[in-house]
Each structure stands twice: as structure tokens, then as C-alpha cells.
């Protein structure tokens, strides 16, 4: 992050001005364009600084209401903060250079760090939400523990919500997606790269709520289907969970 923000045009010293009033022909061309970089500088710097975050994506529209997901509310009891909601916070993250390699380095870290196991193999059982405390969890888990890490580093909880997909095969999956100024991003266990949704090739079904307990549906918006990136890991398992 730190060369990305760094790699900036350097700002030139320019000549006194009685040099440039009496200097030779070189001395004065040299600080005319000593003054032009210094009037670009900024917008170089800015330019580069935006070149460090992702394109503008669309916002993915709510069209109403939807029911939770059951094993959600077994989150609920169990670690309420989770699912609480303060209308205070705000409602989409300024996506800045830093917050962009934040998220990308948590995603990373997490997918790397946690096995993915269902929670049929790890519970006995068909569904199950809560922490990878042992280093291990399914989809869901893995996304709750991004979200409680970038909460801990200021991130609002308001605007990072779970969110329930069909897959390319039509199998349910849980990610998290993101809420910015620059639209909506999903973070995912099953890549390391951070999509906007519009290209993961998934079909929104619903997610937690903004402004309370109550989900959101997105209508079975569809994104178009993607190739896999080379940074691209496929883990974890399939949670059966559109139909809960």
C-alpha cells in the first residue's frame, strides 16, 4: 500500500523569479515547465492515488423484505452484537486507499487462515452460524470473522452485511458485501480477489437488513458469469442456505 501511494509525480522547485525574467532562453523554458509540474503535481498525485482503488460499481437494488436466515437467529441468541443494528453508524464505507487494501488484506489473510469445513462435518450438523474459533468454518463463519476484524479496525458493522447467493451451480453460499461510496463489493472465501458484485457471477437472494433486524431481498438479482482469476482460490463448502 505504502509504494502505491507513494508512486506520485515529484513536485519540481522552480526558479526565483528575477532568474526567470532575466535568465536565458533554457533557464526560462526550464522554469515554465518547473510551473507546470508544480501546477499538475496535485492532480498526478490524486490520479495515481485513485488508481490504487476499483472501478465505480452499481449499488445492488432492494426490492423489498425477506425472512432471515434460521441459523441466523441462532447467531442472535447466542452473540446478539452480531445482530443488532445502530442507525447511527453510517450506512456506506468511504472506499480510500487504505480501507480498499484493508479489506483486500483481511480477505486475504482469513481465507488463507481458516480451513473450510461444513458444518455438517464440523457439527453434525445441516446449518450452523458462528465464529471459526477453531480455525475452521464454512462460509458464513469465515465471513463473520472478516467482518468482527474490520469492525475492530473502525469499519462501521451498519454497512458490512451477510448475504446470501446462489452460486454459478445454483448452490446456496454466504458472503459479505460491502457498501461503499463506489458501490457494493463482496468479499467471498472462495477468492482472494474482491469483486464487485456485478462480476462475481452469483445470484442475490437477501441479505441482513440496514436498519434493522429485518432482511432485504434483492430479487434474485443476477451478475453475469466470470472467469476464475488467478488469484482465485476456490474453498470452502456449499451451505444450503436460499431456502432458509
Known sequence: MRRALERTTACVRLPNASD???????????????LIA???CPLAARAQTLAALPSP?????VTGKADPIRAWYGLCRDVPGECGINPAELATIALTP?????????????????????????WGVEDR??????GAGDC????????????????????????????????????????????????????????PWTQTGYT??????????????????????????NDEQPSGSTARLASR
Open 57 to 61: 460499481t452499481k449499488i445492488l437494488a
Open 204 to 229: 442475490y437472494i437477501k441479505a441482513e437488513g440496514q436498519d434493522g433486524m429485518e432482511w432485504m431481498s434483492f430479487g434474485g438479482a443476477i451478475a453475469p458469469i466470470v472467469t476464475a482469476r
Open 140 to 195: 458464513e463463519d469465515i465471513q463473520l470473522l472478516k467482518r468482527k476484524i474490520l469492525i475492530e479496525q473502525g469499519l462501521p458493522r451498519r454497512a458490512m452485511r451477510m448475504t446470501v447467493v446462489l452460486d454459478e451451480e445454483g448452490g446456496g453460499h454466504a458472503v459479505m458485501m460491502v457498501r461503499t461510496d463506489r458501490g457494493d463489493f463482496i468479499l467471498d472465501n472462495r477468492r482472494m480477489s474482491i469483486l
Open 20 to 34: 526567470i525574467d532575466r535568465g536565458p532562453a533554457r533557464l526560462r523554458g526550464a522554469a515554465l515547465f518547473g
Open 98 to 122: 487504505e480501507v480498499w487494501q484493508l479489506l483486500l488484506r483481511v480477505n486475504r489473510e482469513i481465507n488463507e487462515g481458516i480451513q473450510a469445513l461444513s458444518d455438517r462435518d464440523h
Open 38 to 40: 508544480l501546477l499538475l
Open 129 to 134: 452460524w458462528n465464529f471459526p474459533d477453531d
